[in-house]
């Protein structure tokens, strides 16, 4: 069983920046392939970027946002930028075996959730 703690998440004035965080536990982090998916009010939760061995991005936060992990620290980031208030909802940090996917069906572990709320 694999535990995730996601933190970070705010309210920002569009055009800022925010940094999410997101420990695991129960599992070699290197193992793991690491997701971060959000949902907006009324909407699916979407995908919005992926770790592996490298990165991975949906469209709509590429060249604003950043993936990266820290295997020593069983942590892994997503660092936002020029936020907008479209980024506005609840993120989510998830994990799977190894190879990661967009599909958020694929993904085994969640966390519960940071709110990020981008005011215009």
């Known amino acids: 069983q694999v535990s ?51 990165p991975y991005y949906a469209e709509s936060v590429k060249g604003r946002f950043s993936i990266s992990r820290v295997d020593a620290e069983n942590t892994v980031y997503l660092q936002m930028n020029s936020l907008e208030p479209e980024d506005t909802g609840v993120y989510f940090c998830a994990a799977r075996k190894v190879i990661v996917t967009h599909n958020r069906e694929d993904y ?13």
Do not use: H, N
């Not at 599992?27 to 592996?52: C, H, N």
């Not at 085994?108 to 215009?120: A, E, F, K, L, M």
């Open 4 to 54: 995730l703690v996601e933190s970070g998440g705010g309210l920002v004035q569009a055009g800022g920046s925010l940094r999410l965080s997101c420990v695991a536990s129960g599992r070699t982090f290197s193992d793991l392939g690491m997701g971060w998916f959000r949902q907006a009010p009324g909407k699916e939760r979407s995908f919005v970027a992926a770790i592996d061995w490298k």
């Open 108 to 120: 085994d572990y969640w966390g519960q959730g940071t709110q990020v709320t981008v005011s215009p």
